[in-house]
T-cell receptor, first 115, second 114 residues
């Protein structure tokens, strides 16, 4: 299994531009988590899904952020418009079973730089 | 308000010695704790976990200790190896959380010197 796949690995954009980050879950997993890592706030949960349905989006910082799961294996995190303070590493993670203590498997992350 | 704290941003240890990484939490509803290891340019990977019904869990060179009264857990690595050099995150989840939502600490960078 290839594990969780994220693209792009690096993204550099200018303030005001739309940014779309992509994530492919491990086959058969049904829970999806988006995290953001910054020096100031560490690793923080933004939103998570179960069976394509958003369960908790209380970590999403602003309305500029949105996330979707158009199907069971794929998710996008969109920032529109982007701002310099959005610069961070964004991780997605998937797990097999929702509602249990199942291990979360992380992707390699997307390093976003907003100029 | 950080519910999970790792107060040491970095730790340097000689190869073969013990590494002790510490983590404190404030939310008394947390009942499951995990350690993740992260290498540069990679995502965190699960290392070891412990439930609040236990006070110790061991897996090879890695042992996690939980002190519920102090709301403190620690990860011991014995003996430390240069390949253990990474950032270590502790994480916690609670029975009041749906699913397996995790709250992470800020991480501790471990450097094991040959």
């Amino acid at each position: 299994d290839a594990g969780v796949i994220q693209s792009p690995r690096h993204e550099v954009t200018e303030m005001g531009q739309e940014v779309t980050l992509r994530c492919k879950l491990i086959s058969g997993h049904n829970s999806l988590f988006w995290y953001r890592q910054t020096m100031m706030r560490g690793l923080e949960l933004l939103i998570y899904f179960n069976n394509n349905v958003p369960i908790d989006d209380s970590g999403m910082p602003e309305d500029r952020f949105s996330a979707k799961m158009p199907n069971a294996s794929f998710s996008t995190l969109k920032i529109q418009p982007s701002e310099p303070r959005d610069s961070a590493v964004y991780f997605c993670a998937s797990s097999l079973v929702f509602g249990s203590r199942d291990t979360q498997y992380f992707g390699p992350g997307t390093r976003l730089t907003v100029l | 308000d950080q519910q999970v704290k790792q107060n040491s941003p970095s730790l340097s240890v000689q190869e073969g010695r013990i590494s002790i990484l510490n983590c404190d939490y404030t939310n008394s509803m947390f009942d499951y704790f995990l350690w993740y290891k992260k290498y540069p340019a990679e995502g965190p990977t699960f290392l070891i976990s412990i439930s609040s019904i236990k006070d110790k869990n061991e897996d090879g060179r890695f042992t996690v200790f939980l002190n519920k009264s102090a709301k403190h857990l620690s990860l011991h690595i014995v003996p430390s190896q240069p390949g253990d050099s990474a950032v270590y995150f502790c994480a916690a989840s609670g029975s009041n959380n749906a699913g397996n939502m995790l709250t992470f600490g800020g991480g501790t960078r471990l450097m094991v010197k040959p």
